[in-house]
């Protein structure tokens, strides 16, 4: 019998079980992950290769979750979820500032933090319908996030029972919980559900199962843009990185991911390749360009109506292979596939093949973006270059949301949900947050 048994070892997972373990070694405390350990997450798509895992992909899955790969954390209310809105927005700013600590605790200092907070740039974007969402960011890179991540695992492996490659195949709960896996049977007085987005489809089979029933579930699409290295150096020359926000009169858009000098890469999701940035420290050579995705979200009566929108988008692009459609700004203007072999100013990072966006996805995204790039244009005080490439399309899943209260309690007594699959946070810092949250929480209980 556990004290508390966490389903799912991601960053949100972490940081509850290690603010458990500084708050109260006395509990017993189980994590339960169907990945691996940190040091076991090998997969081919970490190498440019197809996938080798198989069953379910190392590259998403095991320790540390998504933190292994870039390992990017804002530190903002801004966006990245609505944790703000439920705890407090001060609040919410201190947990994030604990979240550096710990990571600082672990090497993440050698690192610098930098900040994309710009006054007199946020004063020249509103005059051009142009929001500035700033941050304070530690952006960590694949390799210091798993040094931080491995060395917070062995803090934590002795005194906290993890339990790896273990399907749990039930949940049920009557006085406590008997949690049943393939690696066996256990029991807990409480149960974290912090799953994330890996563990989407089987959330909602076991909360089904508990009487638990999710509501609007949120979808993230747009194009993946490629631009000379030098277009945004006027609004990038104090920041590493800007996040802008448009808002029209039916949607609102706002850049993400944004990479000075990175490369596009292949994102496998869900069944699904999209376009992904790749910031410049992940290679030896940067590029010469510039990549952002501008995401424009939209909201679902279920989980099944988003991802079936998803499918039919992307996987209509992707044609049963790993397909991504790329475009010229001009050409896409024009309604045209270009065949001019003539030297282009911007040379493309990814692979992809030519086509005409206008026939690949919907107008609602197409009409965001050039929408976007009129108003940057006013705040650049120059054209976007026709030359700029468009990938068709990426994409920002989210978990339902299901009901939990203050301390993230669901309606079952004792069964909490933190991290992604909460639907409050969507993002690393926030995701962290969380789990110092409910730690926080549940040792002032015991």
């Known amino acids: 019998m556990y004290d508390l048994t966490i389903i799912g070892a991601g960053v949100s997972s972490v940081f509850l079980a290690y603010t458990l373990l500084q708050k109260n070694e006395d509990l017993s405390v189980h994590v339960i992950d169907k990945g691996k350990k940190l040091n076991e997450r090998i997969c081919g798509l970490d190498e440019g290769n197809s996938c080798t895992c198989s069953d379910g992909c190392s590259k998403y899955m095991g320790f540390a979750g998504l933190g292994k790969s870039e390992g990017k954390f804002n530190y903002t209310n801004d966006f990245g979820g609505e944790l703000a809105q439920k705890i407090g ?146 609004i990038l020359q104090d920041t590493f990185e800007t996040k802008l926000q448009y808002v029209g009169k039916d949607y609102s858009a706002t850049t993400y991911c944004m990479n000075p000098r990175g490369r596009i890469i292949r994102k496998h999701q869900h069944g699904l390749v999209m376009p992904d940035g790749q910031n410049q420290y992940e290679k030896e050579t940067p590029s010469a360009n510039l990549n952002f995705t501008l995401f424009v979200p939209k909201y679902f009566p279920t989980y099944e109506e988003a991802m079936k929108k998803a ?45 005409n966006i206008n026939e690949e996805v919907p107008e609602l995204y197409i009409r965001a973006l050039l929408d976007f790039f009129e108003a940057l244009e006013g705040l650049l005080g120059e054209s976007i270059d026709p030359d700029t490439l468009l990938y ?55």
Request: net charge negative; glycine share 8%; hydrophobic share 30%.
């Open 89 to 234: 927005e001060e609040e919410t700013l201190q947990l994030m500032k604990e979240v550096d600590h710990i990571l600082c605790t672990f090497g993440a200092d050698q690192v610098d933090t930098y900040s994309t907070k710009n006054g007199p740039l946020t004063e020249r974007a509103a005059q051009h319908s142009l929001h500035v969402l700033s941050t304070e960011v530690r952006h960590l890179g694949t390799t210091v996030a798993r040094e931080v991540f491995q060395q917070m695992y062995e803090k934590m492996k002795d005194k906290i029972t993890f339990t790896f490659e273990a399907n749990v195949e039930r949940i049920q709960k009557n006085d406590s919980f008997r949690i049943q896996t393939n690696k066996g049977n256990f029991t807990s007085d409480q149960v974290v559900l912090a799953t994330g987005m890996s563990g989407s489809q089987w959330l909602k089979g076991q909360t089904s199962a508990l009487g638990l029933h999710p509501g609007e579930t949120r979808l993230d699409l747009g194009i993946r843009v490629e631009m000379r290295g030098d277009q945004l150096d006027p």
């Open 311 to 355: 499918e039919q988008i992307i996987g209509g692009i992707n044609g049963d292979r790993d397909r991504i459609v790329v475009q010229r700004l001009r050409d896409l203007k024009n309604n045209q596939i270009s065949n001019n072999r003539n030297c282009h100013s911007i040379i493309p990072s990814l692979d992809a093949e030519k086509g």
């Open 392 to 446: 068709g399309i990426d994409a920002k899943f989210y978990e339902p949301k299901l009901y939990t209260n203050e301390k993230f309690e669901t309606e079952v007594r004792g069964l909490y949900l933190i991290g992604d699959c909460s639907g409050e946070t969507h993002s690393l810092a926030q995701a962290a947050a969380s789990g110092i949250y409910l730690g926080s929480k549940l040792c002032s209980y015991n």
